[in-house]
């Protein structure tokens, strides 16, 4: 059994559920802001590629970071559909398409945090172990009732992110604040 505690439970205009459904529209918002930027990134990168073709621009930042940083966006999306979708009939599979959201979102995030903190090559591999294995334990909980896998999928990727924020970028990284990530993700929930 799921338990069906919500902040608010008022509907508005017929739609059930109505602030917890509609709390996800920043992740939206978010989700388009980044990808939107991440395309004019990699727009330039392609237009300064076709004037010098041997010679990348030095102030792009690396593929996987921007690879994984795509995941991320898109996973915020996916976040707030998934937990939109839940929230209108709160029900078992529903709860697991909220976490499958929440796993797109995970797997960009620690990928880009890997890619920052640890190495480049590192980052693209440990975005898609968190994507498995955050898929998978969703599919688990549903399955099983069992919500170990996904408590460490969520809070074990919390935990890396939070280590990883207190290391220094490696050389050539962006830089990003990883500290002000996890702030950020414990206000949601």
């Known amino acids: 059994a799921i338990a069906l505690v919500f902040a608010d439970t008022r509907s508005w205009h017929g739609l059930p559920n109505a602030m917890d459904v509609l709390s996800n529209l920043p992740f939206v918002f978010m989700g388009c802001w980044g990808l939107y930027w991440l395309n004019r990134i990699d727009r330039a990168h392609h237009e300064a590629l076709a004037g010098f073709p041997l010679a990348p621009p030095a102030s792009d930042p690396p593929d996987n970071t921007l690879d ?80 170990l896998p996904w408590a460490l999928v969520q809070f074990g990727g919390m935990a890396l992110v939070l280590t990883l924020a207190l290391s220094r970028p490696m050389p050539g990284a962006v830089g990003l604040r990883l500290g002000w990530v996890i702030e950020k993700k414990k206000k949601k929930k």
Do not use: K
Not at 84 to 89: E, G, N, T
Not at 102 to 130: D, N, T
């Open 68 to 147: 994984c940083a795509w995941l991320f966006f898109a996973g915020l999306i996916a976040t707030a559909a998934g937990s939109a979708f839940y929230h209108l009939a709160p029900d078992a599979p529903r709860l697991a398409a909220d976490r499958a959201g929440m796993a797109v979102a995970f797997a960009g995030l620690i990928g880009v945090a890997v890619c920052e903190r640890v190495s480049q090559r590192a980052g693209w591999p440990a975005a898609w172990f968190v994507l498995t294995t955050g898929l998978l334990s969703a599919e688990i909980a549903q399955e099983t009732g069992n919500v």
